[in-house]
């Protein structure tokens, strides 16, 4: 069962209660992301789990580009 009740589909983005869309029987994610508290009573175990602590995690988290690149981009699309 979904996390969330409601999806949206990924190719027809329609919204449906259901994790495989009724309209084009493609794939429905989550439509929003799960909530989030500053009082998370279980971020510790979560951080233990993924093992955040540790150089490999945080060299396998992508970067963004910069600024410059992104105004540049932006530019280049007008």
Do not use: F, H
Request: net charge negative; charged share 30%.
């Amino acid at each position: 069962m979904a996390r969330q009740l409601l999806q949206q589909c990924v190719v027809c983005q329609d919204w449906t209660l259901e994790r495989i869309c009724p309209k084009c029987d493609g794939a429905a994610n989550a439509a929003a992301p799960l909530k989030w508290s500053p009082e998370d009573q279980r971020a510790n175990i979560r951080r233990k789990m993924y093992n955040v602590e540790s150089p490999e995690w945080t060299a396998a988290l992508p970067e963004l580009e910069s600024l410059e690149e992104m105004r540049l981009q932006i530019l280049e699309e007008e």
